[in-house]
T-cell receptor, first 117, second 112 residues
Framework: DGGITQSPKYLFRKEGQNVTLSCEQNLNHDAMYWYRQDPGQGLRLIYY???????QKGDIAEGYSVSREKKESFPLTVTSAQKNPTAFYLC????????????????FGPGTRLTVL | DQQVKQNSPSLSVQEGRISILNCDYTNSMFDYFLWYKKYPAEGPTFLIS?????DKNEDGRFTVFLNKSAKHLSLHIVPSQPGDSAVYFC???????????FGSGTRLQVQP
């Protein structure tokens, strides 16, 4: 059963602590993405990766870090430098080869709700 | 600067009637548009898309219209059903295909 998994579903963190959000996909997708959603706002791009061992900053990368050591995995670390980390975080992936009919579609995981206490 | 705008944060319609959700964009380099549906505490799911070379695409109850000259697209749902109640996001691909650019979403409530 192919898809994207994110864990945990809910995460609580104390101020000043780093926390890592997991994202795994078994769709054999090359590209992976991290977005955050805040109330009344759209999805804002944090980081993206087109290929293993390569990633690029999105629109709101400050206070976040990522790694892409494996094709299947794209973990996001929310550091203590992120001023307002409480949000809903969404991971997505996509075929990057144009031969695929789903080339234009990003597939999303179920999300992780991070709350800073 | 928001490149994809959904100016109506919410919309309420009666079951069986038409729902029309609107989206405007400012970047003329966008060449592919998608609509996603999202329930609370879940990830968005793909609904329907349209290429900039077309002006209409239909899939069952869902139709997307694109007016390139006006930089406007709309999603029509006919007939609307209570299960359609969700937040709908408009999204677009531009040159370079870095990642999708999303609008702020419209919350649709279909009243039984």
């Amino acid at each position: 059963d192919g898809g994207i998994t994110q864990s945990p579903k809910y995460l609580f963190r104390k101020e000043g602590q780093n926390v890592t959000l997991s994202c795994e996909q078994n769709l054999n997708h090359d590209a992976m993405y991290w977005y955050r959603q805040d109330p009344g706002q759209g999805l804002r791009l944090i980081y993206y990766s087109q290929i293993v061992n390569d990633f690029q900053k999105g629109d709101i990368a400050e206070g976040y870090s990522v790694s892409r050591e494996k094709k299947e995995s794209f973990p996001l670390t929310v550091t203590s430098a992120q001023k307002n980390p409480t949000a809903f975080y969404l991971c997505a992936s996509r075929h990057s080869g144009q031969v695929f009919s789903s080339y234009n579609e990003q597939f999303f995981g179920p999300g992780t709700r991070l709350t800073v206490l | 600067d928001q490149q994809v705008k959904q100016n109506s944060p919410s919309l309420s319609v009666q079951e069986g009637r038409i729902s029309i959700l609107n989206c405007d964009y400012t970047n003329s380099m966008f060449d592919y548009f998608l609509w996603y549906k999202k329930y609370p505490a879940e990830g968005p799911t793909f609904l329907i898309s349209i290429s900039s070379i077309k002006d209409k695409n239909e899939d069952g109850r869902f139709t997307v219209f694109l007016n390139k000259s006006a930089k406007h697209l709309s999603l029509h749902i006919v007939p609307s059903q209570p299960g359609d109640s969700a937040v709908y996001f408009c999204a677009a691909w531009g040159t370079g295909r870095r990642a999708l650019t999303f609008g702020s979403g419209t919350r649709l409530q279909v009243q039984p």
